[in-house]
Each structure stands twice: as C-alpha cells, then as structure tokens.
C-alpha cells in the first residue's frame, strides 16, 4: 500500500521533472542559446522590416534609439538588420566591422520617415554634414543625438548603417570567433520580414 501511495505521489514529480528543473536551472546556459531574439515589434518608433538583433548587446541601444526617435518626432525605417548566413559559407571573410555588426546582430541599416511614413531622410540626406539639415530639424535632432553617443557607429562610407560601436581591443579576428559562435546558434532561427 505504502508503495502504491508512494508511486502516485513521485508519478507527477518524474512526468514533470523536466519542467521543474528549467524552471529552477534553466533551459541550460544563456550562453548555448541564440542571442538573436526579434526586438519588440510594438515600438511604435520603428517601421519597415521586422528587426531582429543581438539581444544582450543591441537591443538595449535600440530602446535609446527608439528614445531618439519619439523625442524628435521621427521614426526609424529598417532595411537591414541581423544578417543570418548560410551554413556552408565556413570559409567566409569579412573585412569591415559595419559588415561584421550585421552578422552579430549588432547593426542597422535605416532611413528616417516621419510619424506618417514619409521619407524624410534617406542615405543621400543621412551624409550630410549636420549644419546642413536645417531645412529638416526633426532629422537632424535625431543624427545629432546619435552622434553624441558614444555607444553608437555610423559608417563613413555608408551613412545609412548605424553600428554599435566595436570597443578598442576587439579588432575583426577577435570578432570571427564570435560571429561563428552566433551564427551557429542561430542557424535554426526562422527570421521573417
């Protein structure tokens, strides 16, 4: 009877132990899993693509982007964010940190659009030396703010990519590592438009 009343009582803990142990430990390291998570969609203050990014590294800079965006009356409009590769570019060699941003999940490529999404500053507008924009003061409250950040990249070449800043010590090969290491976590992630 005893062992009955025993089996009856474990019966429920051993179906659901896989529960209760991530639940207290877990779903095992936040380290083994994918850092590319999609940023909230309900932010109002960005339109376009769906904007995927590094969880832990970038979407905090998002929120300050988002910050940017309101207090400017602007919205910032995605064309690019987290780049996935295929699985067989193994050999592949990336040059240019704004590139690498991609494949890490730490960058954009945007425009601006005012609160009715219309264009309001595109890659042309976006190289613009800052005293230039004053025919659009929303634009350039917002670039303004941005470069006054220390947190932030925008690319010389391409001035419609917007990067976090790579810090001193982490040249590109110090990165490869690190972009193969998400990239293969992340390989399974199904990332829509």
Sequence with gaps: M???LFTV???PLAVDSKGIFDSLFGKGSSKDQCP??????KDPSFTGMKLYANVDTFHPLLRTLSKYAKDCRV???IKQGFIQENSGLTTLKINDHSEMAFRLGEGIEFELVD???KLLCNRLCLQKDLSKLSALPDAKCFLEKVSKNSDFRQDAIKPNVLIKRPQLNEPLSKLESKRKDIQEKCAKIKIDA
């Excluded at 590319?36 to 969609?41: A, H, M, T």
Aim: aromatic share 12%.
């Design 36 to 41: 590319i998570k999609l940023y909230d969609v």
């Design 75 to 77: 919205k910032i409009q």
């Design 9 to 11: 009582l474990l019966l």
């Design 2 to 4: 005893r062992f009955i």
């Design 115 to 117: 609160r009715d999404n």
